[in-house]
């Protein structure tokens, strides 16, 4: 399964943007998520979503992001509000097929991955 993400840019402080990850081939029964990493940083899990739409974020988001998928466009998004700085990253859209579900952030448990795209909040 090829991924593209799409959506990122610029944006201030307390700003917004929505990321979306495209699929080519069916998503049904696949855990998909959201990575990201930072110049320097280990990559990290953002959020995932299970093919039952179980989800599970990381904690440091504070309630601030929110996960969905759409399995019969093959579509994941990523709404991301409030965004701060410390959020500037490199955003990743990650597909596991060795799970349906599960509260799993571990890129080694993801084994297709999107190019990425880039998320800079800065004033």
């Known amino acids: 399964v090829q991924l593209v993400e799409s959506g990122g840019g610029l944006v201030q402080p307390g700003g917004s943007l929505r990321l979306s990850c495209a699929a080519s081939?069916?998503?049904?029964?696949?855990?998909m998520a959201w990575f990201r990493q930072a110049p320097g940083k280990e990559r990290e899990g953002v959020a995932n979503?299970?093919?039952?739409?179980?989800?599970t974020y990381a904690e440091f988001l504070k309630g601030r992001f929110t996960i969905s998928r759409d399995n019969d466009l093959r579509t994941m998004s990523l709404q991301m509000n409030s965004l701060e700085p410390e959020d500037s990253a490199m955003y990743y859209c990650?597909?596991?097929?060795?799970?349906?579900?599960?509260?799993?952030?571990?890129?080694?448990?993801?084994?297709?991955w999107g190019q990425g795209t880039q998320v800079t909040v800065s004033s």
């Open positions: 990650a597909l596991s097929r060795r799970y349906y579900m599960g509260d799993t952030l571990r890129t080694a448990d993801f084994d297709s």
């Open positions: 081939d069916n998503i049904y029964s696949y855990l």
């Open positions: 979503i299970g093919a039952n739409g179980h989800i």
